[in-house]
């Protein structure tokens, strides 16, 4: 399929063009490293993937990386999985975001507004302060690099010193957000064996308090890894018996001592939904993500000091850190805890008007849901300070960008940017010197040598196909937690396109050089953003004694909304009234996570297999999109092909 959009919504003039921070490194990069001076973007992209020697070794010069230890080469191998990224270099993912400290003490670091809506700063000197004061704790709890230090916390300043403290003496982060379930939690942290548990004793979400130390006791119960547990009283609440107070370990005045580690050296830990099991415990580099991500806000993003960066997003998303790492380029980041539209619809937009941002990201839905709503955001609110709204979580829809435009303003870049969990960062998306059309993501992003594949490996252009990446990007995992053979990791990109990696969504690059995105091609479920595996949903629903077995699916709508049923096989004699609804919905929003209870519950007469017992997800969803039954699934590799007749027909009446 052609692109149907060829008249742009927006271009960037030409004032926006030269001051944006790419233009200026295409220009340095042709006098210092051979990129092409001419040409724009495409051909900048072009020589980043072509020369991605040259290219990243551009970008550590541009951005001022300090080699504790100098590199011996920028790619000691290059083959998916298992390339090695500037062997022999030590770097601190921390040192680099606490920079700023040294020339801007008293600008803030961090803005951090709850549903007060009201800002509260934090300091550069304030943030280093506190950091260097953890970070001596730590040490002097005997936390050493290579040990995991684990949140469950919500998107709170202390968040952010416990990761650069982290950081900085070379242990590795992992976070959950509060509204996780127990089991949820469980299933990720006891995989990496946390010797420290950074916690609240509640949060704050709608309007209500909840309560989560009984979660918190079970955790350290469940957790025997555990040295020590910091309490952090958000709610007031006192310290409990055997933890550590959060104001004891950051008083002190002492400069952080940041630790040099290996390029490749894990710095945190990030987890997929678990669709067929336990989630993936994705490993990324302090060095890779330093990177990927200076290079993905300071050229993509165009953020620098003087920007202020708001992303909604919890601790429990790959957009937290992402955002944590704004830092790096010296810009002040927001940090809002609370309800995306609390009081109201309008309150991200209201946050981002108090805040002054200058880049607001946010999720499709909630745009979408600003126009259902009829928010005004223009009338109601004053933006001039944002000159890009970004959505990412799921593909913006066309009536997403016109609204943007209409109702925000017409002279606004609206990114819409697609990555993952497994990179931390994104393949497509923001670029500020070319134009946007409706539907569209602008481009692949630098260093990513992206393409549409076909089942056979022949790549695609004006038409739907796999999205792969064809060269190694330096945020790519150095490897999943327990999975000593690397077996799983293979599996998970590599098993469709030996040697090159497969991500799980469907993609059309168009003839002029933008990108759709589709959804996935996989069974995840992605709401609002949080990736969850079906696994975890039946693990839940299934300890009822009335379920025999369950299926759901998330399926995106063409409006752009996202459908979520889950449909359940009952026990003889059991019946699905609303007390077991109940039970249903408050199994998964107790143990889960709020996001993820169903939109609708459907009983079934079977939920169909495999012939070797797996649970058939992603025929199902493409049923439920309107792909006939002959194109969804091979007969042949079905236990029972009537019971898909059944999701077939509810298709048809839905329709």
């Not at 003490?105 to 951090?112: F, G, I, K, S, Y």
């Amino acid at each position: 399929m052609s692109t149907a959009n060829p008249q742009p919504l927006w271009r960037p003039d030409p004032q926006r063009i030269a001051q944006a921070q790419i233009t200026k490194f295409q220009a340095w990069a042709a006098e210092h490293h051979g990129a092409p001076a001419l040409g724009g973007y495409p051909a900048l992209h072009r020589w980043s993937v072509d020369e991605l020697e040259a290219f990243w070794t551009a970008v550590t010069q541009w951005f001022d990386v300090r080699f504790t230890s100098p590199y011996a080469r920028v790619l000691g191998d290059r083959s998916m999985p298992g390339a090695e990224w500037f062997p022999g270099a030590t770097v601190n993912y921390a040192e680099h975001a606490l920079r700023a400290a040294a020339t801007r003490a008293d600008e803030p670091a961090l803005l951090h507004v709850d549903e007060t809506h009201e800002p509260r700063p934090v300091t550069w000197s304030e943030l280093r302060r506190q950091v260097g004061s953890l970070a001596a704790e730590l040490r002097a709890l005997g936390v050493r690099p290579g040990d995991r230090i684990s949140g469950y916390l919500p998107n709170i300043p202390e968040a952010v010193v416990a990761l650069l403290a982290t950081a900085a003496v070379g242990a590795v982060w992992t976070s959950c957000a509060p509204d996780f379930g127990a089991r949820s939690v469980l299933d990720r942290f006891q995989q990496v064996e946390p010797v420290v548990l950074f916690t609240v004793d509640g949060y704050r979400y709608g309007g209500k308090e909840h309560d989560r130390r009984d979660v918190v006791a079970e955790l350290r119960r469940e957790l025997p890894t555990l040295r020590a547990v910091v309490h952090i009283p958000l709610l007031g609440t006192e310290v409990p018996e055997g933890a550590l107070e959060w104001s004891g370990l950051t008083s002190a005045d002492v400069a952080p001592v940041f630790e040099p580690v290996p390029f490749d050296h894990p710095l945190w830990v990030l987890y997929s939904s678990g669709t067929t099991g336990l989630p993936k415990a994705i490993v990324q580099s302090q060095g890779g993500i330093l990177v990927e991500h200076l290079k993905q806000l300071g050229l993509h993003c165009d953020l620098g000091p003087g920007d202020r960066f708001f992303w909604y997003t919890s601790t429990g998303w790959m957009m937290w850190n992402f955002l944590v790492s704004g830092l790096l380029t010296g810009t002040t980041i927001i940090l809002y805890d609370g309800s995306p539209g609390y009081p109201d619809t309008g309150a991200q937009w209201r946050i981002a008007e108090r805040t002054g941002a200058t880049l607001f990201g946010t999720s499709a839905a909630y745009v979408m849901a600003c126009r259902k709503a009829g928010v005004h955001p223009s009338r109601d609110f004053d933006l001039t300070t944002v000159r890009c709204v970004a959505t990412t979580g799921s593909p913006l829809p066309p009536d997403g960008f016109r609204w943007l435009h209409d109702e925000v303003r017409q002279d606004l870049w609206i990114a819409s940017v697609s990555g993952g969990t497994d990179v931390c960062s994104c393949f497509a998306g923001a670029v500020p010197t070319l134009p946007v059309h409706i539907g569209e993501l602008q481009a692949p992003c630098l260093g990513t040598d992206l393409e549409s594949w076909d089942p056979d490996g022949t790549p695609l252009i004006d038409e739907v196909g796999e999205l792969v990446v064809t060269n190694p990007m330096p945020s790519m995992p150095i490897h999943f937690w327990n999975d000593p053979d690397g077996s799983r990791y293979h599996d998970s990109y590599f098993a469709m396109y030996p040697g090159v990696w497969r991500h799980g969504d469907w993609i059309t690059l168009t003839s002029h050089g933008s990108v759709i995105i589709h959804g996935r091609s996989d069974s995840t479920l992605n709401r609002q953003g949080v990736r969850m595996g079906s696994a975890d949903i039946y693990e839940a629903v299934e300890r009822l004694p009335e379920i025999k077995e369950s299926l759901v699916i998330g399926v995106e709508q063409p409006d752009g909304g996202y459908w979520m049923p889950l449909f359940v096989q009952l026990t003889p004699g059991a019946a699905l009234d609303d007390a077991l609804l109940g039970r249903i919905k408050g199994t998964i929003r107790e143990q889960l996570s709020p996001r993820h209870v169903p939109d609708e519950v459907i009983e079934v007469p079977g939920i169909p297999h495999t012939l070797t017992g797996k649970r058939i997800e992603v025929p199902v969803k493409r049923l439920l999109q309107g792909t006939p039954l002959d194109k969804a699934v091979n007969p042949g590799s079905v236990d029972d092909l009537d019971l898909l007749r059944f999701y077939e027909e509810l298709a048809r009446k839905r329709a």
